[in-house]
């Protein structure tokens, strides 16, 4: 892969089951590279097939491993932020530079990967309990059509439950009382290729995928999280494979509501993805599609 003289970041994104990682296992290879997870949910220990890490793919035939970043660097039950990204990104991408290695992102969070990129300063958001107060009861469509009024940087893609939203619109109504800074992030030169998929073979990628992880014990890991102290409010929280699995561990669905009521939200999860991707573009940032 021949990149720009100045680059000093390649990006590599693409929506759920387009097959990111391979892709950027098989150029670090090629580049003598290292990658940095833009994955809002890798960064949990525990949560190994329902957030696809796939750790395994990361250590090539012959033995060679290609180093990865930002996977696994905190406790399931935790609420991992904007903030605290942008700051263990920065030290992955200087520690990964004074090797002269190129960092490579990888990823379908598009909030981490644009708050990165254009090097927003998000601060430590507290929360707002006179604004929770007010927004208690709402429904995730009434909370989704709040969260579309603000201006400001937020992410609908990864909103799929009500504490989400919630937790979405404290953060863009702080970033609307508080001026925009710019932070200490690197000075990026990235190039941004992004990976897409036709909309059928998306799908048919999906089903196959969700199919081969409930078959690989997905239920089970869900199990042994909430077995180990994690709360199932927690799960609930981190929505998709943890929200649907954890009510069905729970009792409150069938199997057959589980993996129906999740593949839907897969399937709207990915458009949302593209669809933020298509808001970068809007913002500023070129994108180099190819055909995944």
Not at 163 to 188: C, G, N, Q, V, W
Not at 268 to 277: C, L
């Amino acid at each position: 892969m021949q990149l720009p003289n100045e680059c000093n970041l390649l990006v590599i994104l693409g929506p759920t089951a387009s097959g990111k990682t391979k892709f950027a296992i098989e150029t670090a290879r090629e580049l003598n590279a290292e990658i940095i997870s833009a994955d809002s949910r890798q960064v949990y220990r525990g949560m190994d097939i329902g957030t696809g890490k796939d750790l395994s793919e990361y250590t090539l035939p012959g033995g060679q491993k290609i180093p990865y970043h930002l996977i696994d660097i905190c406790p399931a039950g935790s609420r991992y932020n904007l903030y605290e990204y942008q700051r263990d990104f920065t030290r992955a991408w200087w520690d990964i530079r004074s090797r002269n290695k190129l960092p490579i992102l990888c990823g379908g969070t598009g909030l981490y990967i644009e708050a990165v990129l254009k090097g927003y300063s998000l601060p430590a958001v507290p929360e707002n309990p006179a604004l929770r107060a007010s927004l208690e009861g709402k429904s995730l469509a009434e909370l989704s059509d709040i969260l579309a009024g603000y201006k400001n940087l937020h992410n609908t893609s990864d909103t799929d439950t009500p504490k989400r939203a919630l937790r979405a619109i404290e953060i863009a109504e702080y970033l609307a009382t508080h001026p925009e800074i710019k932070s200490d992030l690197p000075p990026l030169q990235p190039y941004i290729i992004g990976l897409e998929v036709e909309r059928e073979e998306r799908r048919r990628r999906i089903s196959q995928r969700l199919q081969a992880r409930l078959d690989s014990g997905m239920v089970e890991e869900v199990r042994n999280l909430l077995q180990s102290g994690v709360p199932a409010d927690d799960l609930l929280y981190y929505g998709l494979e943890y929200k649907y699995l954890t009510l069905y561990v729970l009792g409150e669905l069938s199997y057959d509501e589980m993996y129906r009521q999740l593949e839907t939200a897969i399937h709207q999860f990915a458009k949302r993805q593209m669809t933020w991707f298509r808001g970068m573009e809007r913002r500023g940032l070129e994108i180099h599609w190819i055909k995944a």
